[in-house]
């Protein structure tokens, strides 16, 4: 087995990280960013006051541009295109209906009017209930109502311990319903995926951390915001959501291929004996850790940190990801190599608490 330290790493002291918060303050306020400087101050965890995340996410995202002086016309950009979505996208097809009518109007005579309604023949067949035409506003709701009905279903679902996304409050119905928009958008911009069950747990944070931002200006544009950086995410994993690939290199079995042949490298002895020995394979536990960028393996908050690493690799998150999933085996392989069958699956599919920092750090070493 190759060597790499388990051992953790020396708590850093109070100084060390007034200092490590003082750079990061200092490289976001330059008028053009250094973003490998950047990345390197933002994997070891970006501070949580201050709205700094927010900023230094949307950065990392590639959301905001490195020079400050362009982010208040690149954002206004961005805010008026997703606002145009939502007016493309989400309209009901009775509104369309009756725009559509209302314009209509002012080329209809008194002839073709009776008792203040109009004539059925007015009604066009791309404007009927009925119509089954590629352009009916009407076929294309109720071609995504299914999506519609599971993207609210999960939603509902996320994070049912955080007053933030769950509960009776007005704030939370509002962000729930931010999800949801972000994700139907989402899903009629990319026919080929749609909406694959699991999205809203990888949105999730990244709509708490823009909409937790002091700035109110910023707060108030989380959704749109929260929409362009889940498709940059979501670029970089896109395959792994892709059914069709799913069996190809790229797929989601490619990148399951790719950790099994990692903790070979690291610790053979611990891969044969849950591969071969115990017959535990990376698609009974590492599928939702991969797929759900390992939204569902911590509490909410040592998520976020997790994100901090993933978002700062400047290769995109997969490889960083893939190391994370390796360090979270190496740290409780003598479980594993004392464990049968069960005992090893329940372990990996229930994850115990652990010290992030530690594990990270173990991660970074297996480079």
Not at 52 to 72: I, M, Q
Not at 86 to 93: A, I, V
Not at 117 to 140: D, I, M
Not at 154 to 173: E, I, L, Q
């Given at each position: 087995?190759a060597?790499?330290p388990?051992s953790?790493?020396?708590?850093p002291?109070?100084?060390?990280?007034i200092?490590r918060?003082s750079?990061?303050?200092?490289?976001?306020?330059k008028?053009v960013?250094d973003?490998?400087e950047?990345r390197?101050?933002?994997?070891?965890?970006?501070?949580?006051?201050?709205?700094?995340?927010?900023?230094?996410?949307?950065?990392?995202?590639?959301?905001l541009?490195?020079?400050r002086s362009?982010w208040?016309?690149?954002?206004?950009?961005k805010?008026?295109?997703y606002?145009a979505f939502k007016?493309?996208?989400l309209?009901?097809?009775?509104?369309i209906?009756r725009?559509?009518?209302?314009?209509?109007?002012?080329?209809?005579?008194?002839?073709d009017?009776?008792n203040g309604?109009?004539?059925?023949?007015?009604?066009?067949?791309?404007?009927?209930?009925?119509?089954?035409?590629?352009?009916?506003?009407?076929?294309q709701?109720?071609?995504?109502s299914?999506i519609?009905?599971?993207i609210?279903?999960?939603?509902?679902r996320?994070?049912?311990?955080m007053?933030?996304?769950?509960?009776?409050?007005?704030?939370?119905k509002s962000?729930?319903e931010?999800?949801k928009?972000?994700?139907?958008?989402?899903?009629?911009?990319?026919?080929?995926?749609?909406?694959v069950q699991g999205?809203?747990e990888i949105?999730a944070?990244?709509?708490?951390?823009?909409?937790?931002?002091?700035?109110?200006?910023?707060?108030?544009?989380?959704?749109?915001d929260?929409f362009?950086?889940?498709?940059?995410?979501?670029?970089?994993f896109?395959?792994n959501?892709?059914?069709?690939?799913?069996?190809?290199?790229v797929?989601i079995?490619g990148t399951?291929?790719k950790?099994s042949?990692?903790?070979?490298?690291?610790?053979?002895e611990?891969?044969?004996?849950?591969?071969?020995?115990?017959?535990?394979n990376?698609?009974f536990?590492a599928?939702r850790?991969?797929?759900l960028?390992l939204?569902?393996?911590?509490n909410?908050?040592?998520?976020i940190?997790?994100?901090?690493?993933?978002?700062?690799?400047?290769d995109?998150?997969?490889e960083t990801?893939l190391?994370i999933?390796?360090?979270?085996?190496?740290?409780?392989?003598?479980?594993?190599l004392?464990?049968?069958?069960t005992?090893?699956l329940?372990?990996?599919?229930?994850?115990?608490?652990?010290n992030i920092s530690?594990l990270?750090?173990v991660?970074?070493k297996l480079?």
């Amino acid at each position: 087995m190759a060597s790499s330290p388990r051992s953790p790493p020396p708590a850093p002291t109070p100084e060390f990280e007034i200092s490590r918060q003082s750079r990061l303050f200092a490289a976001l306020s330059k008028k053009v960013i250094d973003l490998d400087e950047l990345r390197m101050l933002a994997a070891q965890g970006v501070p949580d006051a201050a709205g700094v995340r927010a900023t230094v996410w949307k950065l990392l995202l590639g959301y905001l541009p490195n020079d400050r002086s362009l982010w208040e016309q690149e954002l206004a950009k961005k805010r008026a295109q997703y606002a145009a979505f939502k007016d493309e996208f989400l309209r009901n097809p009775v509104e369309i209906a009756r725009q559509v009518q209302t314009e209509g109007h002012h080329n209809v005579s008194a002839e073709d009017v009776d008792n203040g309604f109009l004539h059925r023949s007015e009604v066009t067949r791309e404007e009927h209930p009925l119509s089954l035409g590629k352009t009916s506003a009407w076929n294309q709701f109720f071609e995504y109502s299914e999506i519609m009905e599971q993207i609210d279903r999960d939603v509902k679902r996320t994070h049912p311990d955080m007053h933030f996304f769950c509960g009776d409050s007005s704030f939370a119905k509002s962000n729930q319903e931010s999800l949801k928009n972000v994700l139907l958008i989402f899903a009629k911009l990319n026919a080929g995926i749609r909406y694959v069950q699991g999205m809203n747990e990888i949105l999730a944070p990244l709509f708490f951390v823009f909409r937790s931002d002091p700035d109110d200006k910023n707060a108030k544009f989380a959704e749109a915001d929260s929409f362009f950086c889940f498709v940059e995410l979501l670029s970089g994993f896109r395959d792994n959501f892709c059914q069709k690939l799913d069996n190809s290199a790229v797929g989601i079995r490619g990148t399951l291929a790719k950790l099994s042949q990692l903790v070979a490298k690291y610790d053979r002895e611990l891969q044969q004996h849950l591969e071969i020995t115990t017959e535990v394979n990376p698609q009974f536990y590492a599928f939702r850790w991969i797929t759900l960028l390992l939204t569902q393996e911590f509490n909410f908050a040592d998520t976020i940190h997790i994100w901090d690493t993933l978002l700062s690799d400047p290769d995109g998150p997969q490889e960083t990801l893939l190391r994370i999933c390796c360090a979270m085996l190496i740290l409780v392989r003598k479980r594993l190599l004392a464990g049968d069958f069960t005992s090893n699956l329940k372990l990996l599919q229930n994850y115990p608490p652990t010290n992030i920092s530690h594990l990270l750090y173990v991660a970074n070493k297996l480079q």
